[in-house]
């Protein structure tokens, strides 16, 4: 019996675009399946062998990982040699394994993905290079979303290049990483990301937890509220998941999943500019839960986050573009947000 805040599937259905398809992916013991839904149908179908679907996942997770990054100057002793071929070989083997076997037709733009596990952690642009990728925690939950939107903001709150300095807690710190976590690291081109996409800007000494609260309750709704700084994830307590601000004498600076889920953020997007913000605890019915669980929660129905770590130029290159097409300043009409990461990801990648 279906419980009575899940969505019929003729529900969901109705609130797709004939463009999208929504895709589960789910993992038992021994097998993988895959459900697709569209406007017009529902099929589903084995894909493999869970474990080692799982285990692929895994290895591209480790090679996507970088010691050059918007993140922590840290050791990694147990970090693998990073190779294209290597990372060729594993996307290649996983698009056989959870692209192929979905045979979308033509018509299908956008997919909305619903992983499972491990899965979460794939990143599925890889997979299907011709389409627009979304992740959703459920059809219900997109469907929820699409059915409470509200008037759409207009302004940018954008808050980087925070002040890591003498004030920051290393004992806070410590519990994120361990004794591998050395000081946080500047990050100069958050500045410069922030003056290109901001309306309000919160910098340095100003980019803080007070700053930030004081400047959100000033607009009834934004465009978007964006982060560009060090991103902190604690696997094994994603509650203390935070993202690393200039501290005070009154505050650690560390915005956690904690105090996410205590506030108001009406925001038609959050954008995480750090690495890897799109980790979490994993949930094996839930997905990943984290800091982007925490937005969805406290009031902004779309995330842009990482799920590997991220190069500080390159990430810069990347916002500016993103805004730009979703957020034009000429009169141009904006772009839809995953339209437009799409092509700013492959703006980024036309730049050697």
Request: with cysteine.
């Amino acid at each position: 019996r279906r419980p009575a805040h899940v969505l019929a599937v003729e529900v969901i259905q109705a609130r797709l675009r004939d463009t999208d398809a929504l895709v589960y992916y789910g993992l038992s013991m021994q097998e993988a399946l895959v459900v697709v839904v569209t406007r017009k149908g529902v099929h589903a179908r084995d894909i493999g062998d869970a474990k080692g679907i799982v285990e692929r996942a895994n290895q591209l997770r480790r090679l996507g990982s970088s010691a050059t990054s918007r993140g922590f100057a840290m050791l990694r002793e147990d970090k693998p040699e990073r190779t294209d071929e290597a990372l060729s070989t594993v996307v290649e083997q996983l698009r056989r394994e959870l692209a192929a076997p979905l045979e979308l037709p033509a018509s299908i733009k956008r997919i909305l993905l619903s992983p499972m596990g491990e899965l979460g952690y794939v990143p599925f642009s890889l997979l299907f290079p011709d389409h627009e990728i979304v992740f959703v925690p459920s059809g219900t939950a997109y469907g929820l979303l699409r059915e409470e939107q509200a008037p759409g903001g207009r302004r940018v709150l954008a808050i980087g290049d925070p002040s890591y300095g003498r004030t920051v807690n290393k004992a806070a710190v410590a519990l994120y990483r361990g004794a591998a976590t050395q000081a946080l690291t500047a990050l100069p081109g958050t500045r410069k990301e922030v003056e290109a996409i901001g309306d309000v800007k919160l910098l340095a000494a100003s980019a803080t937890e007070e700053a930030f609260r004081a400047a959100l309750a000033k607009e009834a709704r934004w465009r978007a509220v964006h982060f560009a700084c060090h991103g902190l994830v604690d696997g094994s307590n994603w509650m203390r998941s935070s993202l690393a601000l200039t501290a005070t004498t009154e505050n650690d600076g560390f915005l956690s999943v904690v105090e996410l889920l205590r506030m108001d953020v009406p925001a038609d997007l959050a954008v995480m500019s750090a690495c890897e913000t799109a980790h979490g605890k994993i949930h094996a019915t839930e997905g990943i839960v984290g800091l982007t669980r925490a937005f969805l929660v406290a009031g902004s129905p779309r995330v842009l986050c990482s799920l590997w770590k991220v190069d500080d130029d390159a990430t810069q290159a990347l916002m500016r573009k993103f805004y730009a097409l979703w957020n034009p300043k000429d009169g141009t009409k904006p772009l839809p947000a995953a339209a437009a990461l799409r092509a700013a990801q492959a703006h980024v990648r036309d730049q050697e």
